[in-house]
């Protein structure tokens, strides 16, 4: 049996920072996205994320490190095996559907009819696309993007506004892509986008904090969940004694390893309330990795 | 009394926006409205708050002095400061200057918008803006808060922070419903009531919802009905309504117990049976 090769990068940084005059970005990131790969960027805003995709596609210089697209330095010639959802679309809110999709198709130099549109998008071929939904906008974007069988995808929250089913679509799309052999670089806030990446990347402050999969970013990260007869007295009083909490249905989660701090509070107020231990979830895990930089 | 819509439906002319749908919203608690873009949830709350007035059906709610009402954009202005957006609410709500100082205070305080007073509303961050627009929307001490996407393109710390504010808000006793697109998001609320093309179709706690779908869900190696099979990561998911039923267990995989589905799973499942999707119909 042949030992597999070594996947080639798609897309690569190299220990690459970026400083805004006194102002470091981006900190001697390392990131690459290989062929089949799903790869989700994730962290809050002010982590680094725009910037490092920025120079990964060629649109910002890094002040030290390198960046490789296809093998190469990023270039025009390069963008022509790309495909990039940017969080505003790209698309023109002015010109209708289907002239959208025969610009696009021109850009990269394919048929219109590539361009595979479902039903819905058909039917509303010739409405300006500012008078439709932002979640049909979306859906049109991503046709688009996908129309050239780009080799490497960048998504920046490639399923946000879309109802769940539509959701599940977009991503059978991103994952037929994925099987054919694309790349996929997604950069997200949501933990639903988290999940159905192969592996995740979580920066804070311009650095990687966190690397794997959801388990593993997450993992050996527990909270504390009060189950309180009077869930809004319980909210109230950890709320004013400092904790960082957050509801769950009727369920309060604490991001603190203090058991006994808590259960001191809520038995010094006369609420009772049984405590458990129990794993994270990867937003509370977002917020502790940003908080503690 | 006690606030909500019953059997409201509201038309943009041939397009209709809401089919019969009720929303219940008691104090002390978050209601959420889940679903995307053009299902309803920004029609729904507008009716709910007297914007709009549905076709047919009735809207409970208090007198609008009692209402706040935070719209997807925020309802910041931009070209104000923080303390003039305040300011502007305020005289709006005819409030004490007393008033006014001591919520302006406390609210800030509470959303970590302290030190920003003297910053035009364009100048903060996303996640900031939000929680100025929910400040507005709490400054006169409403009974119903209804917020329409407050947490939309705002990053996870913000985020956390926003629904932290919220659940306080219905921990102080008002009656609180917003609007998501997020599952996630959704299924903390006390209940949640899932929007799809104007219609509910589902209603409850996160548990109702996940204990009550129709049929079963298997996972498969591969989908052998595409149109209602999705994928989780790198693993497959198929939905088999309970007239057919899986005719081959081996090849249609395990049927999952509700232990190893989440929510989202669940929704799809419902969304897939109210479209009525079956074998010879694989488009929605």
């Not at chain 1, 709320?239 to 991001?255: C, F």
């Not at chain 2, 869900?217 to 039923?245: F, K, L």
Request: hydrophobic share 40%; charged share 20%.
């Amino acid at each position: 049996m042949i030992a597999p090769q070594p996947a080639t990068s798609l897309i690569a940084a190299d220990h690459v920072t970026c400083r805004f005059g006194g102002f470091t970005a981006v900190e001697h990131v390392s990131l690459d996205v290989g062929p089949g790969e799903i790869v989700g960027l994730i962290g809050a805003n002010g982590a680094g994320k725009t910037t490092l995709i920025r120079m990964m596609l060629g649109l910002l210089a890094p002040s030290e490190g390198g960046v490789t697209l296809f093998g190469t330095t990023p270039s025009r010639h390069g963008r022509r095996r790309l495909g990039y959802v940017s969080q505003n679309l790209g698309l023109y809110s002015d010109m209708t559907v289907v002239e959208n999709v025969e610009f696009q198709a021109a850009a990269f130099g394919i048929t219109p009819e590539r361009v595979a549109l479902s039903g819905e998008l058909v039917e509303m071929r010739d409405r300006l696309v500012g008078s439709i939904g932002l979640g049909r906008q979306r859906q049109l974007a991503f046709a688009c993007a996908l129309s050239h069988d780009p080799d490497l995808l960048v998504l920046d929250e490639p399923t946000s506004g879309v109802d769940p089913l539509a959701r599940a679509r977009l991503w059978d799309a991103i994952r037929v892509a994925a099987g054919s052999g694309a790349g996929v670089l997604v950069t997200t806030h949501y933990m639903e986008e988290a999940q159905q990446c192969d592996r995740l990347v979580l920066m804070a402050a311009g650095r990687v904090a966190a690397e794997g999969t959801v388990d593993e970013i997450v993992a050996g990260r527990t909270v504390v969940e009060v189950t309180a007869e009077s869930w809004s007295e319980a909210f109230a009083l950890l709320g004013d004694a400092g904790y960082d909490i957050m509801l769950a249905g009727r369920q309060i989660r604490v991001a603190s390893p203090d058991t006994a701090g808590i259960s001191a509070a809520l038995t010094a107020a006369g609420v009772s309330a049984a405590l458990s231990i129990v794993p994270a979830i990867l937003d509370e895990a977002i917020v502790a990795v940003s908080s503690a930089r | 009394m006690r606030f909500g819509v019953t059997d409201i439906h509201h038309e943009f002319g041939d397009v209709r926006a809401l089919r019969g749908v009720d929303l219940d919203v008691p104090a002390g608690s978050v209601v959420a409205v889940v679903g995307g873009d053009g299902a309803g949830k920004t029609t729904l709350l507008r009716c709910l708050v007297g914007r709009y007035a549905p076709s047919s059906g009735t809207v409970r709610r208090p007198s609008s002095e009692l209402i706040g009402y935070m719209p997807s954009t925020s309802g910041t202005w931009r070209d104000l400061t923080v303390d003039e957006n305040i300011d502007f609410i305020a005289s709006a709500y005819s409030m004490t200057s007393s008033d006014r100082d001591r919520r302006r205070a406390d609210l800030l305080d509470h959303a970590g918008l302290s030190g920003t007073a003297d910053r035009l509303a364009r100048d903060l961050s996303g996640g900031m803006r939000q929680k100025l627009g929910f400040v507005l929307a709490m400054l006169h001490e409403p009974e119903l808060l209804v917020l329409d996407e407050p947490s939309t393109g705002v990053d996870p710390v913000s985020r956390v922070e926003l629904w932290r504010l919220i659940a306080e808000a219905a921990a102080a006793g008002m009656a609180v419903t917003m609007a998501t697109t997020y599952l996630d998001e959704a299924e903390r609320a006390s209940s949640v009531t899932v929007l799809d093309r104007g219609r509910a179709i589902a209603v409850g706690t996160r548990d109702e919802v996940m204990g009550s779908f129709p049929g079963s869900i298997t996972a498969p190696e591969q989908p052998s009905v595409p149109a209602r099979s999705w994928r989780r990561g790198r693993s497959v998911r198929e939905w088999h309504p309970t007239s057919h039923g899986p005719t081959e267990p081996t090849s249609n995989g395990p049927a999952l117990e509700p232990a190893e589905l989440d929510f989202e799973d669940v929704v799809i499942a419902r969304l897939l049976d109210d479209r009525n999707i079956d074998e010879t119909d694989g488009s929605t």
